[in-house]
């Protein structure tokens, strides 16, 4: 049996786990664990400028790719709760990642020692688990029983705080023998899937409703399937955006009170039994409940038995993983089409793209300054559709959800419930780490591109190519269109004149400068028919210097988008498209 420190057992483990991909920064609590990666050479590690921005960075990793689990290091003390919001983060949209802290000895953990905090308890509310190892050869152990609990269920993440005499005692440990725990996910079985397509079948204008379980399942292509099997149109919400392509005939558009679409709204209060898969009835989606369920039937499936029944209770429930659930669904829709038995839903189709064609925003306006629909036409036509989308909250993230296109899975990558300002920088690096080939495009508001703007010199320092577009228009907007409500503009307001840079007219921060100083290129729009240009040599730009690319796009001070109270009272603040010349890359108005 071979004898080694605690800490290289645990390397080895990540290893053989395939958690090779780490971001965070040392610290003397945790040199130990950094001395085994050093020492082992097969766990790759960006060092980030904050901890906070570290476990969004590992995040992103994580949701770019089926399978990937990021890994969030720091010391002891402030590192572990600055992790708290990225483990909020990942917690509330079903995200595993695993954050590992270092800790002050175990006879000093009631003693006040410098940076010595019960991190565990802190943590214990935004984890699966989280726990103080206080025994060296509970080490291998707690991290074999961390993987199963990331990737059993409802995944999510963990917290593991190691002593540093934990971290430095040595055990008898057999990496060659290692073996991941079995991964417990429920399945739903035949009947459960015949009684809901049942229902489905006996529909006149039947909907599904696509999750983020979706996603983390790996079951798009299935959910497609079923879609088409069953000719039943789809509606994706914000964290199941791509698992239909935008530009597919059963893409019903999203549906909600801020991240929706005129005919996805439209065509869902024309429904009359829906079925979701991997979602959680959130309330930006749902609006009031009244409205929501008035006149439909519900069915819902989720990987997590509590989540039936938690916003309100669906006609009918299966608990099953996503993919296992979507694997029967399709087998038995195809064995029910065989046999006929599958109702003809052309016609209910049909409403449906009529929908798309006449319920359309307006994106195209010449206004100087620019309004802000303007840049996502712009980006439908300077991006394909691998492009891959990151985004957390603000009026940016709203109205680009409303205009932008996605076509696959995990090609839009957006912090659902939590929403943190300044998870957008972060959260890229690691979607870019994680998929190097892919063109990466952040999306912010100026506050969200502030909070943590200090981590672009990670992308500048490793070499990690993304676009970052920054919707500039001095506001925190958001905020500042809740607040007409209170009929007020209070403290929201970011502008100032910059001595440095009287070139900006009052609009504050000088987010070209900084880029520049953190090692990035920048780039500054003003007028409409500058936004397509930039970024066309944002792209050249970043293959040339690879490193983060930012195009700042100043826009009009004050713009309210779309948005209200219930599905059936959302305000339009803008005039709306009466043809293609006023949404020219809208999906359905393209021909």
Known sequence: MARMRAVDAAVLILEKEGAVQ?????????????????????IKHVLARHV???????????????????VCIGTSGPAGTDMITGLYSASADSIPILCITGQAPVAKLHKEDFQAVDIASIAATVAKWAVTVMEPAQVPGSFQKAFQLMRSGRPGPVLIDLPIDVQLAEIDFD????????????????????????????????????????????????????????GVPVVPTLMGWGTIPDDHPLAAGMVGLQTSHRYGNATFLASDV?????????????????????GRRFVHVDIEPTQIGRVFAPEYSIVSD????????????????????????SGWVAECRERRTTLQRKTHFENVPIKPQRVYEEMNRAFGPDTRYVSTIGLSQIQAAQMLHVYRPRHWINAGQAGPLGWTIPATLGVAVADPESTVVALSGDYDFQFLIEELA???????????????NSYLGLIRQAQRGLDMDYCVQLSFENINSPELNGYGVDHVKVAEGLGCKALRVSAPDEILPALEQAKKLMVEHQVPIVVEVILERITNVAMGTELDNITEFEELAEGP???????????
């Open 22 to 42: 780490t971001f965070g920064l040392p610290g003397a609590a945790i040199n130990p664990f950094y001395s085994a990666m050093r020492n082992h050479g097969g």
């Open 52 to 70: 906070e921005g570290a476990s969004h960075m590992a995040e992103g990793y994580t949701r770019a790719k089926a399978g990937n689990i990021g």
């Open 175 to 230: 990496i060659e023998t290692y073996e991941p725990l079995p991964v417990v996910k429920p399945s739903a079985t035949r009947a459960q899937v015949e009684k809901a397509l049942t229902l489905l079948n006996e529909a006149e204008r039947p909907l599904i409703v696509a999750g983020g379980g979706v996603v983390n399942a790996d079951a798009a292509d299935l959910l497609v399937s079923f879609a088409e099997l069953v």
């Open 274 to 294: 829906v079925l979701g898969i991997g979602n959680r009835w959130a309330n930006r989606h749902t609006g009031g409940l009244d409205t929501y369920r008035d």
């Open 322 to 345: 996503a993919r296992a659930a979507l694997e029967m669904f399709v087998q038995v829709a195809a064995e029910w089409a065989a046999e006929g038995r599958l109702v003809d839903r």
């Open 458 to 472: 990670v992308g500048a320092q490793f070499n990690i190519p993304y676009i970052h577009v920054v919707v500039n």
């Open 581 to 591: 010349e006023d949404a020219p890359t809208a999906v359905a108005l393209l021909a």
